[in-house]
């Protein structure tokens, strides 16, 4: 089945710090998501991206869709101890009909920050 | 506005003991999901829903099963508990071209 390589599995980071984290696909997708997840909750729709090439801005987070529709990258900008969790990409083909089925997750990204 | 809605939050079994986990979405979505969250795995899709009364396959369906009664709730059924099934599960809806929205899940342990 399609894989998403997350990377990096992990980041300590100093507050204030930017962050970058990446997905990178073997299959091209028509969608990408970006997802956080705080402890002992589900994940949270942080950005959502349809169309390759774009670039779409969330406060300090920004995150564009590759232009060869098999990679995607987050970016934090200026670090602040809430951002603390586990971030998720996915890759899917919403407009296909394939919804049902068609978000596959990457591993996560957890990212630690020190005051 | 609830969303999605997971019970129980917390769950432990026994090995062979059976159960069922309940998803509730007040969103009217088509689509429902079940994932299962394990250390280094991510989200492994179980088996989805793309409306009432149907249900289809996941990446990892073995040893569940579900039910779309009624297009609000999704339920997964575990028959017989086994230890490898100890883990967070998720549900999810969505309409077709939507992004999922997620319950904040049902941590299960099988001993």
């Known amino acids: 089945g399609q894989q998403l390589n997350q990377s990096p599995q992990s980041m300590f980071i100093q507050e204030g710090e930017d962050v970058s984290m990446n997905c990178t696909s073997s299959s091209i997708f028509n969608t990408w998501l970006w997802y956080k997840q705080d402890p002992g909750e589900g994940p949270v729709l942080l950005i959502a991206?349809?169309?390759?090439?774009e670039l779409t801005s969330n406060g300090r987070l920004t995150a564009q869709f590759g232009i060869t529709r098999k990679d995607s990258f987050l970016n934090i900008s200026a670090s602040i101890p809430s951002d603390v969790g586990i971030y998720f990409c996915?890759?899917?083909?919403?407009?296909?009909?394939?919804?049902?089925?068609?978000?596959?997750f990457g591993k996560g990204t957890h990212l630690i920050i020190q005051p | 506005n609830a969303g999605v809605t997971q019970t129980p939050k917390f769950r432990v079994l026994k090995t062979g003991q059976s159960m069922t986990l309940l998803c509730a979405q007040d969103?009217?979505?088509?689509?429902m999901y079940w994932y299962r969250q394990d250390p280094g795995m991510g989200l492994r899709l179980i088996h989805y829903?793309?409306?009432?009364?149907?249900?289809a396959k996941g990446e990892v369906p073995d040893g569940y099963n579900v039910s779309r009664l009624k297009k609000q709730n999704f339920l997964l059924g575990l028959e017989s508990a086994a230890p490898s099934q100890t883990s967070v599960y998720f549900c999810?809806?969505?309409?077709?071209?939507?992004?999922?929205?997620f319950g904040n899940g049902t941590r299960l342990t099988v001993t």
């Open positions: 991206l349809y169309k390759a090439g």
């Open positions: 829903s793309v409306g009432e009364g149907t249900t």
């Open positions: 999810a809806s969505g309409y077709r071209d939507s992004p999922l929205h």
């Open positions: 996915a890759g899917g083909d919403m407009y296909s009909g394939g919804g049902a089925d068609g978000l596959t």
């Open positions: 969103m009217n979505h088509e689509y």
